[in-house]
T-cell receptor, first 114, second 114 residues
Framework: NAGVTQTPKFQVLKTGQSMTLQCAQD?????MSWYRQDPGMGLRLIHY???????DQGEVPNGYNVSRSTTEDFPLRLLSAAPSQTSVYFC?????????????FGPGTRLTVL | AQTVTQSQPEMSVQEAETVTLSCTYD???????LFWYKQPPSRQMILVIR????KQQNATENRFSVNFQKAAKSFSLKISDSQLGDAAMYFC???????????WGAGTKLIIKP
């Protein structure tokens, strides 16, 4: 059981470049989400999904796209990277219907936009 | 809108002693969940303890316990017999009962002095 995996672990982009952060989970979780973590702040929700084909925006969705074609995968796309998107990105997943709402996190991707 | 506040950016404690990390939150909901997550230097987000708002009994997990004061909207974490491995960032987080989105505090850096 690999849990939640994210690739790459580190990435450096130039302003205007695009890229996709990958997230996969092997726990058959319906709910998946992307957060960003900036210094001195808590994590902030970017996008989330409650199942294949269903996505919705979180607190800070601008500049990011997501899709959910399978239960396992939830990629995050940066369309035109900006320095303000320099951050650490976390993917998380959980079962729907559990009263505990416990979310399992991937190891994170540190992204630097120059 | 719900908010989570951690007023202590940094705390330090002598090894084997007890330390309490503070967290307050604001919500108009009656049913919700509260969490403490630990983030060591590895960056991995690890669930430490969780509390359901409808439960009056404070949650306990080995050396970790919470003091949940629903009326005061306070959710502090007590770590007993502190160990060097407890050194990390600690985040308090809130989730509504019908919503899996986590609202995070800014975190408290815990330093353990040997």
């Amino acid at each position: 059981n690999a849990g939640v995996t994210q690739t790459p672990k580190f990435q450096v982009l130039k302003t205007g470049q695009s890229m996709t952060l990958q997230c996969a989970q092997d726990m058959n979780h319906e709910y998946m989400s992307w957060y960003r973590q900036d210094p001195g702040m808590g994590l902030r929700l970017i996008h989330y999904s409650v199942g294949a084909g269903i996505t919705d925006q979180g607190e800070v969705p601008n500049g990011y796209n997501v899709s959910r074609s399978t239960t396992e995968d939830f990629p995050l796309r940066l369309l035109s990277a900006a320095p303000s998107q320099t951050s650490v990105y976390f993917c998380a997943s959980s079962y729907l219907g559990l009263t505990s709402n416990e979310q399992f996190f991937g190891p994170g991707t540190r992204l630097t936009v120059l | 809108a719900q908010t989570v506040t951690q007023s202590q950016p940094e705390m330090s404690v002598q090894e084997a002693e007890t330390v309490t990390l503070s967290c307050t939150y604001d919500t108009s909901e009656s049913d919700y969940y509260l969490f403490w997550y630990k983030q060591p230097p590895s960056r991995q987000m690890i669930l430490v303890i969780r509390q359901e708002a409808y439960k009056q009994q404070n949650a306990t997990e080995n050396r970790f316990s919470v003091n949940f004061q629903k009326a005061a909207k306070s959710f502090s974490l007590k770590i007993s017999d502190s160990q060097l491995g407890d050194a990390a960032m600690y985040f308090c987080a809130y989730s509504r009962d019908s919503n899996y989105q986590l609202i995070w505090g800014a975190g408290t850096k815990l330093i353990i002095k040997p």
